[in-house]
Protein backbone atom coordinates (compact mmCIF):
# COMPACT_ATOMS: atom_id res chain seq x y z
CA UNK A 1 0.00 0.00 0.00
CA UNK A 2 1.63 3.61 -0.78
CA UNK A 3 1.22 6.22 1.21
CA UNK A 4 -0.95 7.89 -1.01
CA UNK A 5 -3.72 5.49 0.55
CA UNK A 6 -3.04 6.71 3.78
CA UNK A 7 -3.97 10.35 5.66
CA UNK A 8 -2.12 12.49 7.51
CA UNK A 9 -3.45 13.48 11.21
CA UNK A 10 -3.42 16.95 9.45
CA UNK A 11 -5.50 15.94 6.71
CA UNK A 12 -7.98 14.16 9.01
CA UNK A 13 -8.39 17.30 11.12
CA UNK A 14 -8.63 19.56 8.10
CA UNK A 15 -11.19 17.11 6.36
CA UNK A 16 -13.44 17.16 10.14
CA UNK A 17 -12.30 20.65 11.06
CA UNK A 18 -11.18 19.78 14.19
CA UNK A 19 -7.02 20.64 15.68
CA UNK A 20 -4.67 18.15 14.81
CA UNK A 21 -4.19 17.95 18.66
CA UNK A 22 -7.29 16.42 18.88
CA UNK A 23 -7.02 13.73 16.19
CA UNK A 24 -3.98 12.65 18.12
CA UNK A 25 -5.92 12.39 21.44
CA UNK A 26 -8.46 10.48 19.55
CA UNK A 27 -5.52 8.17 18.56
CA UNK A 28 -3.66 8.23 21.66
CA UNK A 29 -7.30 7.05 23.27
CA UNK A 30 -7.57 4.30 20.61
CA UNK A 31 -10.73 6.00 19.20
CA UNK A 32 -9.11 6.79 15.69
CA UNK A 33 -7.16 3.34 14.57
CA UNK A 34 -4.02 4.67 13.14
CA UNK A 35 -0.65 3.29 12.10
CA UNK A 36 2.71 5.02 13.59
CA UNK A 37 5.18 5.46 10.44
CA UNK A 38 8.25 7.35 11.88
CA UNK A 39 6.99 9.82 14.07
CA UNK A 40 4.04 10.59 12.07
CA UNK A 41 0.40 8.89 12.52
CA UNK A 42 -1.50 7.73 9.53
CA UNK A 43 -4.73 6.64 9.16
CA UNK A 44 -6.48 4.76 6.02
CA UNK A 45 -9.88 5.78 4.66
CA UNK A 46 -11.84 2.94 6.00
CA UNK A 47 -10.94 3.75 9.32
CA UNK A 48 -11.43 7.07 9.46
CA UNK A 49 -14.82 6.51 7.91
CA UNK A 50 -15.96 3.88 10.58
CA UNK A 51 -14.51 6.44 13.25
CA UNK A 52 -17.20 8.98 11.53
CA UNK A 53 -19.95 6.61 11.28
CA UNK A 54 -19.37 4.50 14.43
CA UNK A 55 -19.62 1.74 12.56
CA UNK A 56 -16.35 -0.59 12.17
CA UNK A 57 -15.40 -1.34 8.56
CA UNK A 58 -16.53 -5.02 7.53
CA UNK A 59 -12.77 -6.78 7.53
CA UNK A 60 -12.45 -9.16 4.49
CA UNK A 61 -12.74 -12.22 6.43
CA UNK A 62 -9.98 -15.06 4.93
CA UNK A 63 -10.43 -18.11 5.60
CA UNK A 64 -7.41 -20.56 4.18
CA UNK A 65 -8.31 -22.90 1.47
CA UNK A 66 -7.13 -26.38 1.02
CA UNK A 67 -4.71 -27.16 -1.63
CA UNK A 68 -5.75 -28.81 -4.61
CA UNK A 69 -3.89 -30.21 -7.42
CA UNK A 70 -5.14 -28.51 -10.68
CA UNK A 71 -8.51 -29.13 -9.99
CA UNK A 72 -11.67 -26.83 -11.44
CA UNK A 73 -12.57 -24.07 -9.21
CA UNK A 74 -15.29 -21.84 -9.88
CA UNK A 75 -15.69 -18.55 -7.56
CA UNK A 76 -18.11 -16.13 -8.16
CA UNK A 77 -18.42 -12.06 -6.45
CA UNK A 78 -21.65 -10.82 -5.97
CA UNK A 79 -22.67 -6.95 -5.28
CA UNK A 80 -25.63 -6.31 -3.50
CA UNK A 81 -26.59 -2.47 -3.12
CA UNK A 82 -29.53 -1.48 -0.15
CA UNK A 83 -30.82 1.84 -1.55
CA UNK A 84 -32.70 4.20 1.34
CA UNK A 85 -31.86 2.23 4.11
CA UNK A 86 -31.49 3.48 7.73
CA UNK A 87 -28.33 3.55 9.66
CA UNK A 88 -29.66 0.82 12.51
CA UNK A 89 -30.94 -1.61 9.56
CA UNK A 90 -27.72 -1.38 7.94
CA UNK A 91 -25.75 -1.91 11.04
CA UNK A 92 -28.57 -4.98 11.49
CA UNK A 93 -27.18 -6.30 8.12
CA UNK A 94 -23.28 -5.69 8.63
CA UNK A 95 -24.12 -7.50 11.93
CA UNK A 96 -25.91 -10.80 10.61
CA UNK A 97 -23.44 -10.84 8.07
CA UNK A 98 -20.24 -11.07 10.17
CA UNK A 99 -21.82 -13.41 12.32
CA UNK A 100 -22.55 -15.92 9.03
CA UNK A 101 -19.00 -15.64 7.81
CA UNK A 102 -17.97 -16.66 11.12
CA UNK A 103 -17.25 -20.52 10.70
CA UNK A 104 -17.06 -20.93 7.49
CA UNK A 105 -14.46 -22.96 5.49
CA UNK A 106 -13.86 -24.14 1.90
CA UNK A 107 -12.45 -24.68 -1.14
CA UNK A 108 -12.36 -20.93 -1.90
CA UNK A 109 -12.30 -18.40 0.88
CA UNK A 110 -15.48 -16.63 1.73
CA UNK A 111 -14.69 -12.95 1.70
CA UNK A 112 -17.23 -9.81 2.52
CA UNK A 113 -17.27 -6.12 2.53
CA UNK A 114 -19.53 -4.19 3.77
CA UNK A 115 -19.49 0.04 2.51
CA UNK A 116 -22.29 1.88 4.28
CA UNK A 117 -23.19 5.27 3.54
CA UNK A 118 -24.91 7.24 5.95
CA UNK A 119 -25.34 9.77 3.45
CA UNK A 120 -26.78 8.69 0.55
CA UNK A 121 -28.17 5.91 2.67
CA UNK A 122 -26.78 3.01 1.05
CA UNK A 123 -25.07 0.00 1.83
CA UNK A 124 -22.60 -2.01 -0.76
CA UNK A 125 -22.16 -5.81 0.28
CA UNK A 126 -19.43 -7.55 -2.02
CA UNK A 127 -19.09 -11.45 -1.43
CA UNK A 128 -16.75 -12.85 -3.20
CA UNK A 129 -16.42 -17.00 -2.87
CA UNK A 130 -17.41 -20.25 -4.19
CA UNK A 131 -20.61 -20.05 -6.18
CA UNK A 132 -22.54 -22.33 -2.91
CA UNK A 133 -21.53 -19.98 -0.68
CA UNK A 134 -22.53 -16.35 -2.28
CA UNK A 135 -25.79 -18.16 -2.53
CA UNK A 136 -25.78 -18.37 0.56
CA UNK A 137 -25.40 -14.89 1.68
CA UNK A 138 -28.27 -14.01 -0.87
CA UNK A 139 -30.51 -16.26 0.83
CA UNK A 140 -29.48 -14.98 3.72
CA UNK A 141 -30.05 -10.98 2.62
CA UNK A 142 -33.30 -12.40 0.68
CA UNK A 143 -34.44 -13.98 4.19
CA UNK A 144 -33.70 -11.27 6.30
CA UNK A 145 -35.10 -8.12 3.65
CA UNK A 146 -37.75 -9.73 2.45
CA UNK A 147 -39.21 -12.80 4.85
CA UNK A 148 -40.41 -9.70 7.17
CA UNK A 149 -37.98 -9.91 9.26
CA UNK A 150 -36.58 -6.24 8.11
CA UNK A 151 -37.68 -2.75 9.36
Not at 17 to 40: C, E, F, N, P, S
Not at 110 to 137: E, F, H, N, W
Request: aromatic share 4%.
Amino acid sequence: MTTANFLSAEEVADELGLHVRTIRAYIRDGRLRAARVGKQYRITRPDLEAFVTGVEPNPTVQIPAPQTEGGLTAHSTVVIDFDNIGADDSDRIITVLNGAVGGRSGVTPLRLTAAPDRTRRSLKVIAQGSISDTTDVLTLLRDITEGGNFS
